[in-house]
């Protein structure tokens, strides 16, 4: 066990666990931080998408020593106070959601997609590995769009 000293959503936090526990794990059964869903565990279906210093990851095979010193960001850490970001409010707009599992990390994933291509192209979008077993796709590339054109009028 060591001291893994690192930001969750603008807070500082300090938890004692071995280097190599997933980050997922701290986040959820140590800090309570429910948002970053645990789906498969192995980096497949990416429900736990979160950001590591503005960075797309996935915690459930992200070793929480990575996080030391970093800032990362989960679903919970993207509004500004009660204005939703854009594509939180897309997602809503566009009544993207069936059962909600994978949407945190839909919307993350989404998000990221978004800060590297202001813009995307339906292909774009398609590279988003997430996975909804409802199938939620079309409402899903339609929020992304626009997400994308909220963002170009800001």
Same mark, same amino acid.
């Given at each position: 066990? %060591?001291?893994?000293?690192?930001?969750?959503?603008?807070? #500082? =936090?300090?938890?004692?666990?071995?280097?190599?526990m997933p980050l997922l794990w701290?986040?959820?059964?140590?800090?309570?931080?429910? *948002?970053?869903?645990?789906?498969? *565990?192995?980096? =497949?279906?990416? %429900?736990?998408? &979160?950001?590591?210093?503005?960075?797309?990851?996935?915690?459930?095979?992200?070793?929480? &020593?990575? #996080?030391?010193?970093?800032? =990362?960001?989960?679903?919970?850490?993207?509004?500004? +106070?009660?204005?939703?970001?854009?594509?939180?409010?897309?997602?809503?707009?566009?009544?993207?959601?069936?059962? *909600?599992?994978?949407?945190?990390?839909?919307?993350?994933? #989404?998000? %990221?997609?978004?800060?590297?291509i202001p813009d995307p192209t339906?292909?774009?979008?398609?590279?988003?590995?997430? =996975?909804?077993?409802? +199938?939620t796709y079309p409402r899903i590339?339609?929020?992304?769009?626009?997400? #994308?054109?909220?963002? &170009?009028?800001?």
């Amino acid at each position: 066990m %060591a001291e893994q000293k690192f930001v969750v959503n603008g807070v #500082a =936090v300090s938890v004692d666990l071995p280097g190599d526990m997933p980050l997922l794990w701290a986040l959820r059964d140590e800090l309570g931080v429910r *948002g970053p869903k645990y789906g498969c *565990g192995i980096g =497949v279906c990416h %429900a736990c998408t &979160s950001h590591l210093d503005g960075e797309e990851v996935l915690p459930c095979v992200t070793p929480v &020593s990575d #996080a030391v010193d970093k800032e =990362v960001t989960t679903i919970e850490g993207l509004a500004d +106070g009660d204005v939703l970001h854009p594509v939180q409010q897309a997602w809503i707009d566009e009544d993207v959601s069936q059962c *909600g599992y994978c949407q945190p990390g839909q919307i993350m994933a #989404a998000v %990221a997609l978004l800060k590297r291509i202001p813009d995307p192209t339906d292909e774009d979008i398609d590279t988003i590995e997430n =996975v909804c077993r409802c +199938g939620t796709y079309p409402r899903i590339r339609r929020a992304i769009k626009a997400a #994308a054109k909220a963002m &170009s009028q800001r």
